[in-house]
T-cell receptor, first 114, second 112 residues
């Protein structure tokens, strides 16, 4: 089945530790995105990538880092510099990243920092 | 950037049509209206999108007013599985990437 996978579904980390969230897609999409969602809130864009080895900051990139070494993979690292990392993280992809492209979302990873 | 306003929550009886409104009074002529929904603790799911004509697919219908300042998503026969948060989104800008701004959405509760 084609789709976007995120793992793990739930993740717990101690304060001050970096943690990397996985996102893989087998849709052959060029563009991938990371969003953050807080309780009762909408989604906010963290980073996006239109093509391999290229990525751009979104609205709330501070304290996060990404890489795009392969088309299928767009891991997100939540660093210790992120002041409030506990949230629901969603990865998405679209065919080209163009303005009319529909974004397809993964199931999300709920990160809790203790 | 165009923004949207939606009611915080709505109820709908199972089997009836659910009509979810969205205001986007500052929408530009080349901006599309998208609808997504999110069932609790899952990723958002694409529903439908349109520019100025009404659109229909297997999930829903989208009615956009002639002046494009508002739209309505219609779920013709709501089921309990349609309980979710529904997001009305306007595509912002012409650049890649930062083109989806998700607000708080409307929490639809379908009641038995």
């Amino acid at each position: 089945d084609g789709g976007i996978t995120q793992s793990p579904k739930y993740l717990f980390r101690k304060e001050g530790q970096n943690v990397t969230l996985s996102c893989e897609q087998n849709l052959n999409h060029d563009a991938m995105y990371w969003y953050r969602q807080d309780p009762g809130q909408g989604l906010r864009l963290i980073y996006y990538s239109q093509i391999v080895n290229d990525f751009q900051k979104g609205d709330i990139a501070e304290g996060y880092s990404v890489s795009r070494e392969k088309k299928e993979s767009f891991p997100l690292t939540v660093t210790s510099a992120q002041k409030n990392p506990t949230a629901f993280y969603l990865c998405a992809s679209s065919i080209t990243g163009g303005a009319l492209d529909t974004q397809y979302f993964g199931p999300g990873t709920r990160l809790t920092v203790l | 950037d165009a923004k949207t306003t939606q009611p915080t929550s709505m109820d709908c009886a199972e089997g009836r049509a659910a009509n979810l409104p969205c205001n986007h009074s500052t929408i530009s002529g080349n901006e599309y209206v998208y609808w997504y929904r999110q069932i609790h603790s899952q990723g958002p799911q694409y529903i439908i999108h349109g520019l100025k004509n009404n659109e229909t697919n297997e999930m829903a219908s989208l009615i956009i007013t002639e002046d494009r300042k508002s739209s309505t998503l219609i779920l013709p026969h709501a089921t309990l599985r349609d309980t979710a948060v529904y997001y009305c989104i306007v595509r912002v800008g012409d650049n890649y990437g930062q083109n989806f701004v998700f607000g708080p959405g409307t929490r639809l509760s379908v009641l038995p």
